[in-house]
Nanobody, 117 residues
Framework: VQLVESGGGLVQAGGSLRLSCAAS????????MAWYRQAPGKERELATF???????YYADSIKGRFTISRDNAKNTVYLQMNSLKSEDTAVYYC????????????WGQGIQVTVSS
C-alpha cells in the first residue's frame, strides 16, 4: 500500500487548506486512516483519525476547526483545515492501518503546512 499526500502549502492565519491522501495498491484490508503531524522540534502526534465505519476522533488542539473525511470508493482520506493558526505549522503525515490481514501500519511521505501569522 502506498499513501500519497497532497494539498499542503503556505497559508495566512485564519485561512483554510484541504489535505488529501490517496491510497493505492492492495487497499482491501485498510481500516482506520489518520493524520499525524510533527511540528518543528516536537514529536509526531496524532491529530485525527476516521474508522472504516466513519467514526472519528480529534485531538483537542484541532477540534472544531479540522474535519476528517474519507471516500472509500476513491481510497482517499481528506483533512479540511479551517481557522488555521501558526501553531498548526507542521509536517502532516497520512497513516493507514491494516489490522485485519497483515497487522501493518502504512505512512505517507509527509507534506508541509505552514501558517504565517
Amino acid at each position: 500500500v502506498q499513501l500519497v499526500e497532497s494539498g499542503g502549502g503556505l497559508v495566512q492565519a485564519g485561512g483554510s487548506l484541504r489535505l488529501s491522501c490517496a491510497a493505492s495498491g492492495d487497499t482491501t484490508c485498510l481500516s482506520a486512516m489518520a493524520w499525524y503531524r510533527q511540528a518543528p522540534g516536537k514529536e509526531r502526534e496524532l491529530a485525527t483519525f476516521i474508522t472504516d465505519g466513519g467514526s472519528t476522533y480529534y485531538a483537542d488542539s484541532i477540534k472544531g476547526r479540522f474535519t476528517i473525511s474519507r471516500d472509500n470508493a476513491k481510497n482517499t482520506v481528506y483533512l479540511q483545515m479551517n481557522s488555521l493558526k501558526s501553531e498548526d505549522t507542521a509536517v502532516y503525515y497520512c497513516n493507514a492501518r491494516d489490522m485485519t490481514c497483515r497487522d501493518v501500519t502504512y505512512w505517507g511521505q509527509g507534506i508541509q503546512v505552514t501558517v504565517s501569522s
